[in-house]
C-alpha cells in the first residue's frame, strides 16, 4: 500500500478496532466487515498497480476490464470464506456482505481524495461519485452474497449460482466504468439514476427470496 492509502487505513481501522469489545452480535460482524472492505480497497489498489504496470497499454480499458474483475474477485473472497466457516444465518451472511461492499466504498472514496482525483471536482460530483460508488460496491457484493447463503443448502446451485452471479457483477461494474470515464453529467446522472433502480431492485428481491 501506498504510504497515504495506508495512513488513511489505519487511521479508519484504529477507532473501529476499539468498538469491537463493546459490540456484540451482527453489529460486531457489521465492524469486522467494514474494517476486511477497507483493507480490500487498499489491496485492490496495489494489486491493480501492479497488474498496470506490468502490461504496457492504455489505461482505459484496463480500468473497463481488469479494474472490476480484481475488485470484484477481493471482494468476493471475504464473503465466501465467512459464507463456509460461519455457518450463519442468511440476514447475517447478507449484511456482512453488504457491509464489505460498503466498507471497500468508503475507502476507496477516501483513496481518491487523497491522489487528486477529487481535485477540482465540485462538491455535488464528488457527492454523486461517492454515492454511486457505495451501491456499485456495496450491490454488487450483496448481489454476490445472496449466491453464497446457498453454500450449505444446495452445494451445486451454489457453484453455478455464485459464479453466474460474479460474472453480472463483473459486468455491471465494467459497463459503470465505461461510462464515468466518458466524463459526461448527464451519462453520469442517467447512470445514477440506473444504479440507484438496479439497488433497491436488489435489496427488495433478495429480501423476498429470503423471507420466502
Same mark, same amino acid.
Given at each position: 500500500?501506498?504510504?497515504?492509502?495506508?495512513?488513511?487505513?489505519?487511521?479508519?481501522?484504529?477507532?473501529?478496532?476499539?468498538?469491537?469489545?463493546?459490540?456484540?452480535?451482527?453489529?460486531?460482524?457489521?465492524?469486522?466487515?467494514?474494517?476486511?472492505?477497507?483493507?480490500?480497497?487498499?489491496?485492490?489498489?496495489?494489486?491493480?498497480?501492479?497488474?498496470?504496470?506490468?502490461?504496457?497499454?492504455?489505461?482505459?480499458? &484496463?480500468?473497463?476490464? #481488469?479494474?472490476?474483475? @480484481?475488485?470484484?474477485?477481493? /471482494? =468476493?473472497?471475504?464473503?465466501?470464506? *465467512? !459464507?463456509? %466457516?460461519?455457518?450463519?444465518?442468511?440476514?447475517?451472511?447478507?449484511?456482512?456482505?453488504?457491509?464489505?461492499?460498503?466498507?471497500?466504498?468508503?475507502?476507496?472514496?477516501?483513496?481518491?481524495?487523497?491522489?487528486?482525483?477529487?481535485?477540482?471536482?465540485?462538491?455535488?460530483?464528488?457527492?454523486?461519485?461517492?454515492?454511486?460508488?457505495?451501491?456499485?460496491?456495496?450491490?454488487?457484493?450483496? &448481489?454476490?452474497?445472496? #449466491?453464497?447463503?446457498? @453454500?450449505?443448502?444446495?452445494? /451445486? =446451485?451454489?457453484?453455478?449460482?455464485? *459464479? !453466474?452471479? %460474479?460474472?453480472?457483477?463483473?459486468?455491471?461494474?465494467?459497463?459503470?466504468?465505461?461510462?464515468?470515464?466518458?466524463?459526461?453529467?448527464?451519462?453520469?446522472?442517467?447512470?445514477?439514476?440506473?444504479?440507484?433502480?438496479?439497488?433497491?431492485?436488489?435489496?427488495?428481491?433478495?429480501?423476498?427470496?429470503?423471507?420466502?
Amino acid at each position: 500500500m501506498g504510504n497515504v492509502n495506508l495512513a488513511l487505513f489505519f487511521c479508519l481501522l484504529a477507532p473501529m478496532v476499539l468498538m469491537l469489545p463493546i459490540f456484540h452480535g451482527s453489529a460486531r460482524v457489521t465492524l469486522i466487515a467494514l474494517m476486511i472492505g477497507f483493507f480490500m480497497a487498499c489491496y485492490s489498489a496495489e494489486v491493480s498497480g501492479m497488474v498496470f504496470s506490468s502490461i504496457r497499454t492504455e489505461m482505459q480499458p &484496463l480500468t473497463i476490464i #481488469g479494474t472490476p474483475i @480484481i475488485e470484484e474477485t477481493l /471482494k =468476493l473472497l471475504p464473503v465466501i470464506l *465467512f !459464507a463456509f %466457516f460461519s455457518k450463519s444465518d442468511d440476514r447475517l451472511l447478507l449484511e456482512f456482505a453488504f457491509s464489505v461492499g460498503i466498507g471497500f466504498a468508503a475507502m476507496e472514496n477516501l483513496n481518491f481524495l487523497a491522489s487528486g482525483i477529487f481535485e477540482g471536482t465540485q462538491l455535488y460530483a464528488i457527492a454523486l461519485r461517492s454515492i454511486w460508488g457505495g451501491i456499485i460496491h456495496g450491490g454488487n457484493t450483496l &448481489l454476490v452474497g445472496f #449466491g453464497a447463503t446457498f @453454500i450449505h443448502k444446495k452445494r /451445486k =446451485l451454489f457453484f453455478t449460482g455464485t *459464479f !453466474a452471479l %460474479f460474472s453480472l457483477a463483473v459486468i455491471i461494474h465494467s459497463v459503470t466504468n465505461m461510462i464515468v470515464s466518458a466524463d459526461q453529467p448527464i451519462a453520469f446522472l442517467v447512470l445514477m439514476l440506473v444504479e440507484l433502480t438496479y439497488f433497491i431492485a436488489l435489496i427488495v428481491g433478495i429480501r423476498k427470496t429470503v423471507k420466502a
